[in-house]
């Protein structure tokens, strides 16, 4: 299973609880879309994962910005991934950034409320916030390989789901 997460905002740890807790410590890799706001909370999510691939946001502080980068692209579950905390432009940003990186899907964070958008290339994910949700629900994603696809599901910290989505792969 991939764990999707970000907007952690936390001045001491990676402030999992309930849901998104569970998803991490059952996840083969975890992608954190930025803002984990402290090393500590960097240091603690590097801790928890078994595969960690996360990118810095805007909240970061500069001890965090100089050990991650902007963007990335992955390649895990057979599904290329490209992250980033935000992009400009809105969803068409982001599917541009997306279709540059070949990507079956863009994760990213920023608004800290989450939201699954398919367009005619890629799927876009915002996993929102499982910490500071602002308003919103506390979220988190999780991805699992079906044949050619990855389910994907928004999940709140209570367990329920509260969006399904499908990544298609290139066969």
């Not at 958008?117 to 390989?145: F, I, K, M, Q």
Request: hydrophobic share 40%; net charge negative.
């Amino acid at each position: 299973m991939l764990a999707v997460l970000s907007d952690t905002h936390s001045q001491s740890g990676h402030e999992l609880a309930g849901a998104a807790k569970t998803a991490v410590e059952n996840a083969d890799a975890v992608i954190h879309a930025g803002d984990f706001t402290t090393p500590a909370a960097l240091d603690a999510f590097h801790d928890a994962a078994p595969e960690f691939y996360p990118v810095h946001g805007n909240a970061d502080a500069p001890a965090v910005r100089e050990r991650l980068p902007e963007a990335r692209v992955v390649t895990t579950h057979g599904a290329t991934v490209a992250v980033t905390h935000r992009q400009r432009g809105g969803a068409t940003g982001l599917a541009l950034f997306g279709r540059e990186r070949d990507a079956d899907l863009v994760v990213s964070g920023h608004t800290h409320r989450a939201s699954a958008t398919e367009t005619d290339d890629t799927v876009l994910l915002n996993p929102g916030s499982h910490a500071d949700p602002r308003g919103g629900h506390p979220t988190h994603a999780e991805l699992r390989r079906d044949g050619d696809a990855l389910d994907g599901r928004i999940v709140h910290r209570n367990g329920d789901v509260l969006d399904e989505f499908t990544v298609s792969l290139d066969a």
